[in-house]
């Protein structure tokens, strides 16, 4: 069964907005990275946790989607936690998720965000629902 083509254009995503970037996806670990530059800064300079979150649920949802469409299914958020160690005002956010569990109906990723300089800023624990996909 194929995947149905996205209800969004990818250009017009959040994370093509954000200038998010996936350079390794798998069904155990993804990583990527995004710029520290304006589009994602809160008004005192510093990355938005907002940028985080989202970018974690990001990461972790393709990671999850492509591991289980070949099933006919979807992978869709159901809860995402970010606690924030240090703030990002310059350079690259770096991202780094290892898939914790893969359930029949749930998924479990953390994600560690880190700096240019590889100390730890943040991290997430993401929650994915897996569901049939509408129309499968």
Not at 2 to 18: G, M
Not at 69 to 86: E, P, Q
Not at 111 to 134: H, I, K, M, N, Q
Request: aromatic share 8%.
């Amino acid at each position: 069964m194929s995947p149905s083509p996205p209800a969004v254009a990818p250009e017009y995503t959040l994370a093509a907005t954000l200038g998010f970037e996936l350079l390794e996806v798998g069904p155990e670990r993804a990583t990527g990275r995004f710029a520290a530059d304006d589009r994602v800064k809160q008004p005192l300079g510093l990355v938005h946790g907002g940028a985080f979150a989202a970018f974690a649920e990001s990461l972790a949802s393709v990671a999850t989607y492509e591991a289980v469409a070949s099933d006919g299914l979807i992978a869709v958020g159901l809860s995402n936690h970010t606690s924030f160690l240090r703030p990002i005002l310059a350079g690259t956010v770096h991202a780094d998720g290892r898939r914790r569990h893969r359930g029949r109906a749930t998924w479990l990723w953390e994600v560690d965000f880190s700096d240019d300089e590889g100390d730890l800023c943040a991290v997430s624990r993401v929650t994915l629902a897996v569901r049939p996909a509408p129309g499968g």
